[in-house]
């Protein structure tokens, strides 16, 4: 992993690229603060394919979800 501040990514753009395109994640700071993260294509694709898994995987009562939404939708009377 590398950290950057957002002048020295600016300046060197070329350099954090290349280390993506090998693998490596880049976290931008601005002020002493992350402010974003840079990662390959490939890594955001499995990280957000794990997500959905873990979202899958939760037991989910489809029923209490639709009541659920339907509320907003009655009159308060």
């Known amino acids: 992993m590398m950290i950057a501040n957002a002048t020295d990514f600016q300046n060197n753009f070329g350099r954090y ?4 395109q090998e693998g490596e994640e880049v976290i931008i700071l601005k002020n002493g ?3 974003a993260r840079l990662i ?3 890594k955001s ?3 957000l ?3 959905l898994r873990g979202i899958l995987k939760n037991d989910r009562d489809e029923k209490a ?3 659920e939404r339907l509320k ?3 009159d308060p009377d």
């Open 33 to 35: 603060k992350e402010t």
């Open 49 to 51: 394919s794990q997500q």
């Open 17 to 20: 690229l290349q280390a993506v």
């Open 65 to 67: 979800i639709r009541e």
């Open 45 to 47: 694709v499995e990280f």
């Open 40 to 42: 390959s294509h490939e």
């Open 72 to 74: 907003k939708y009655e």
